[in-house]
């Protein structure tokens, strides 16, 4: 069982969430340079080879996914809603990501590979047969630097192997909260019976932000309890990698086996319509929420969002360090939507304060 940090028992809401590995063992610098945040996307696939339409692998520094795709419409004169791209990446940041674009198949692709402008170049392109859809690629690999790196250098390497063995609570990261929580802060005054926003894409953050932040109090919860990485009696049971998961009314000697060895997770809500699938002492922490957020709750209902599941727990995998003089180098592979702040969260104190907002 997995104790909370006990400096963080008294943490409340999506920006101030407890730690589960206590406290972070070193302070040091994030971000100083856009290259010091790594992203490449893995796809999980590889492109058709023939269609209508052109995969772009497209490197990105200190530019918005969505302001990329619009400069690739704009120099390719397609529409804007024809490109396609599978997940937002930090801005803040040096990231390699997929785009798709319509092509004709007659055409050569050497146009494509000269696109280029201020924060972004295609460093590679391929025939493709459809568009990308958001949600479409496997996971995502980070390289990270932090920099003056101050605390128990013993105690990190603790840390990060612990991390290695046993993963992270996988909340919703600051990004997706926007800066200063202003996306949270549109969904709480929608909430209380103020204007829904006018702008469906600002409609859409407020949503996503408010959901995010019911499950990351859920997850705190199962933090503060000490049970975010271990199956409660009534778990909705989710198999790693998927979406799929299963109830478990009672938890045996091989289900509990089988989340020790990450093979399934824990999960809570991202909240909807619908009744959850949790039951008993899983649906007790969902439930505590709920009441302590009804007006929040009763939005993404009547928004006519539907109940789905997040795992709770965030394995981390492919974790290697190294250490240069005061600079620590991380790299890990996770999961698609999931936050590199997490982990973060666990190693460098007061993380999430340097996060930047509006994407993830």
């Not at 009696?233 to 989340?259: K, M, N, T, W, Y």
């Amino acid at each position: 069982m997995s104790t909370a940090d006990p400096a963080g028992q008294e943490c409340a809401g999506p920006l101030q969430v407890p730690t589960a590995h206590g406290t972070p063992p070193v302070r040091g610098l994030l971000r100083a340079t856009p290259e010091d945040f790594g992203v490449e996307e893995i796809l999980g696939f590889e492109p058709d080879g023939t269609g209508s339409h052109v995969l772009l692998t497209v490197e990105k520094r200190g530019a918005n996914t969505g302001w990329v795709a619009a400069q690739l419409a704009r120099a390719t004169g397609v529409a804007a809603r024809d490109v396609g791209w599978s997940g937002h990446k930090d801005r803040n940041a040096v990231t390699r990501q997929a785009y798709t674009l319509p092509w004709p198949a007659s055409s050569s692709l050497e146009p494509c590979l000269e696109l280029a402008g201020e924060g972004y170049r295609v460093v590679a392109a391929s025939r493709h047969g459809r568009k990308l859809r958001p949600g479409s690629h496997r996971a995502n690999r980070f390289t990270l630097r932090v920099r003056d790196v101050e605390g128990d250098a013993e105690a990190l390497q603790a840390r990060l192997a612990l991390i290695a063995e046993r993963g992270v609570p996988n909340y919703f990261g600051p990004q997706r909260f926007g800066r200063q929580g202003s996306n949270l802060a549109r969904a709480r005054q929608w909430a209380a019976g103020g204007a829904a926003p006018r702008d469906r894409g600002a409609r859409a953050f407020a949503l996503s932000a408010g959901r995010s932040a019911a499950f990351n109090a859920v997850l705190a919860g199962r933090v503060q309890q000490g049970c975010w990485d271990r199956l409660l009696p009534g778990e909705a049971v989710l198999l790693d990698g998927r979406r799929s998961f299963f109830p478990a009314p009672q938890i045996d000697a091989v289900l509990a086996a089988r989340c020790v060895a990450m093979d399934v997770h824990p999960s809570g809500p991202l909240w909807g319509r619908g009744a959850s699938p949790a039951a008993d002492e899983a649906l007790a922490v969902e439930a505590a929420v709920v009441a302590n957020e009804p007006e929040l709750c009763a939005l993404l209902e009547s928004q006519g969002l539907e109940q789905e599941r997040r795992s709770l727990r965030l394995p981390v995998r492919g974790l290697a360090w190294s250490f240069d003089g005061d600079g620590l180098e991380l790299a890990f592979e996770l999961p698609r939507g999931a936050f590199a702040t997490a982990v973060l969260h666990e190693i460098i104190g007061d993380a999430w304060a340097d996060a930047e907002g509006g994407e993830d």
